[in-house]
């Protein structure tokens, strides 16, 4: 069965701190990947996707994340944090021809000023 | 822009009553999905829809139904309410081999 493991529960970091959260999946064979991101009080929404073509995805608020095959991640990155960054991080994948989504247990991030 | 939304934000249910949460969007995407969000354990699927009157069980269905009558809604139910359904509902919807949209989310608690 496929699984997404979030290795970073909770992370704490001040304003213009660099940011890597990490997210590894266990399925041999093609996937989709997506980060969502919660922020208090909203609702779940996309940070990026990664579908085929260029490993490097570029999303939304300077967010990045890089699809390493080898090694099954899914990093997410961004090189300076604002306090509007602090929320909860969801990584996602998909694979065998199907919509259905299995979630990573979340990573909660604080920013602090 | 794509809307999904949730009929209600917050609910208060006693144990064993009948629960409906109520789904709907607005961008004729084909499936629909149930999930639950519990702190640390992230989201998991109770069940989706690739179409009308279609359904198919996700990771967590026991103690859940679902109906999906028309395309742009998709009903969650909770035949027998008990306290360890206390959660967060979060319904979402797609295109086949595209992102989901989520909505608001349904915070449910049973006494």
């Known amino acids: 069965a496929q699984s997404v493991s979030q290795h970073n529960h909770h992370v704490i970091l001040s304003e213009a701190a660099s940011l890597e959260l990490g997210c590894n999946y266990s399925?041999?064979?093609?996937?989709?990947l997506f980060w969502y991101v919660q922020y208090p009080g909203q609702h779940l929404q996309l940070l990026l996707k990664?579908?085929?073509?260029?490993?490097l995805v570029k999303g939304i608020k300077g967010f990045e994340a890089e699809f390493i095959k080898s090694k099954f991640s899914f990093n997410l990155r961004k090189p300076s944090v604002q306090w509007s960054d602090t929320a909860e991080y969801f990584c996602?994948?998909?694979?065998?021809?199907?919509?259905?989504?299995?979630f990573g247990t979340g990573t909660r991030l604080q920013v602090f000023p | 822009d794509v809307k999904v939304t949730q009929s209600s934000r917050y609910l208060v249910k006693r144990t064993g009553e009948k629960v409906f949460l109520e789904c709907v969007q607005d961008?004729?995407?084909?499936?629909m999905f149930w999930y639950r969000q519990d702190p640390g354990l992230g989201l998991r699927l109770i069940y989706f829809?690739?179409?009308?009157?279609?359904?198919e069980k996700g990771d967590i269905p026991e103690g859940y139904s679902v109906s999906r009558e028309k395309k742009e809604r998709f009903s969650l139910i909770l035949e027998s309410a008990s306290t360890n359904q206390t959660s967060m509902y979060l319904c979402?919807?797609?295109?086949?081999?595209?992102?989901?949209?989520f909505g608001p989310g349904t915070r449910l608690t049973v006494l």
């Open positions: 399925y041999g064979g093609t996937v989709n």
């Open positions: 990664y579908f085929s073509g260029d490993p």
């Open positions: 829809s690739y179409d009308v009157k279609m359904k």
């Open positions: 961008m004729d995407h084909e499936n």
């Open positions: 996602a994948v998909n694979g065998d021809n199907t919509d259905k989504l299995i």
């Open positions: 979402a919807s797609s295109s086949p081999g595209y992102e989901q949209f």
